[in-house]
């Protein structure tokens, strides 16, 4: 975490007891007879000279009663967590009395920031003094030094420093914006992890309240996902990777995006985002999985048009190099391995998700419980649906129309992308209606289509009889 300069105890603390009451003696016979100018002059010469310099650090340390803790931004050439979360907790330190105070706007329409820019903060905590400096070092390494009395060492490392960290870690995740990852062709990849993924902030309003769906289910998935979120206990408790796969399928237009995107805000999660088309084997898969990181949800969208996943786990496999790497295979193997060997192995608080179309399709082994923990199937409008659609789009609980509007949704496949189309207006004071019957009129096409369809079959299979 912070590196600790702690006080010098020995053997010898007689002896340097006995130096420095020496060189007390020497300072105070030269502070006598030299003048304030010549004392300065002196001391700077002492720093100047390295040997001398260490000395009367030492000195100074041992006399102090003060004790440091330091937190690097860089440690061991990686960048230290436990800087960013003492710098995100010192700098919210805002409050009336302080002076120095810097305002961020990094995105337009976005509130403003404001942040403490002071670079000696004093606080109060348990009634003991801590003092913050924030340092700058030579090539621009930053670092947050505390200092507080050596008699605190008790309060200060037993739990200020765990109460900062949480602090700090809680204004972060607040603060989090999410992103999109996207995989590059590894045409474009460079050395290591570097090239893997392309990142773009990720901007979209759906939330599990604009989600349309019937609201017991919708219920049920929010609590699973947010036991998740809360379950690093339980998971730690049962032995199992702190992992859960969600299985979403259903026609298209049914919010299984959608669905995703609502997962993602909650949870403030970043998001990988799958493409397996550009994935040439199994090789690159494994890299790029590896690289995720954790509070993320890995996607894989539409897999049962992506890959040829329907085959035997074995059967299609290659022949080749343990890894399949330099070959031209993405194979459903390849998924599998991964997802029960390195994956649960490896990083933690990671959701993955499959989507699909056509749950059929599927290779059994890959949906199986265990896999992916939990089935969300996404259907077509219901009238529960419809309500949550239409109070979100034209802010109506209920309409003289929707009686009419709920018996034809009983009747009829339509999905919610379609419905939501047809409740989109420009202004609510004129178009409501207007657009409720332009709902209706679709679920009549679509109803009489289905129903000719369905005759046209019907005939089809008396004609073959
Ligand atoms: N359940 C829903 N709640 C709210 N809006 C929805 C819902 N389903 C669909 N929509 C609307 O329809 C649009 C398309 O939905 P979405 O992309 O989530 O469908 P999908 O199931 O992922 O389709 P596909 O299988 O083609 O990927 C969304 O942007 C949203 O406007
Ligand atoms: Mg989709």
Known sequence: MGSIVKPMFGNSLTMIGSNIAGLFFVWSTLKRYFPRQIQQLLLNAIQRVPILKKLLDKIHDFLSPYAHISFSEIEECRF???YAAVKTYLGAKVNS??????????????????????????????????????????????????????????VVTGSYLSYVMEEGRSIEARKKKVKVYMNNPSLHWKHHTKGLWTSVDFEHPATFDTLAMDIEKKDEILSDILDFRDGKEYY??????????????????????????????????????????????????????????????IVIEDIDCSLDLTGERNGKDV??????????????????????????????????????????????????????????????????????????????DSHPLF??????????????????ENLMVQDLQTEVDGSLNGLIRALEIIKWSQKLKADGQHNKEITQI
């Not at 049962?238 to 796969?245: E, M, P, Q």
């Not at 890894?323 to 391995?337: I, R």
């Not at 998700?353 to 265990?370: D, Q, W």
């Not at 077509?380 to 979100?392: E, P, Q």
């Open 80 to 82: 230290n967590f436990a």
């Open 97 to 154: 009395g302080v002076k120095n105070l810097k305002g961020n706007q990094l995105k337009e329409n976005t509130s403003l920031d404001l942040k403490r820019d002071d670079v000696t903060i004093e606080e109060e905590y348990e009634g003991v003094t801590m003092c913050w400096e924030i340092l700058k070092c030579a090539k621009g390494k930053k670092i947050c030094k505390l200092t507080f009395h050596r008699s605190n060492w008790d």
């Open 236 to 297: 730690d408790r049962i032995g199992k990777a702190w992992k859960r796969g969600y299985l979403l399928f259903g026609p298209p237009g049914t919010g299984k995006s959608a669905m995703i995107v609502a997962m993602a805000n909650l949870m403030k999660y970043n998001i990988f985002d799958l493409e397996l088309t550009s994935i040439e084997n199994n090789w690159e898969l494994k890299k790029l999985l590896i690289s995720t990181t954790s509070k993320s949800i």
């Open 319 to 396: 022949k080749g190099d343990k890894e399949g790497k330099k070959k031209k295979t993405l194979t459903l193997s390849g998924l599998l391995n991964f997802i029960d060997g390195i994956w649960s192995a490896c990083g933690q608080e990671r959701i993955i998700v499959f989507t699909m179309n056509h749950l059929e399709k599927l290779n059994r082994a890959l949906i199986r419980r265990g896999r992916m923990d939990m089935h969300i199937e996404l259907s077509y409008c219901t009238f529960g649906a419809f309500k949550i659609l239409v109070k979100n789009y034209l802010n109506l």
């Open 403 to 420: 009686g009419e509007i709920e018996s034809l949704l009983k009747e009829t496949k339509i999905t919610l992308a379609d419905v939501a």
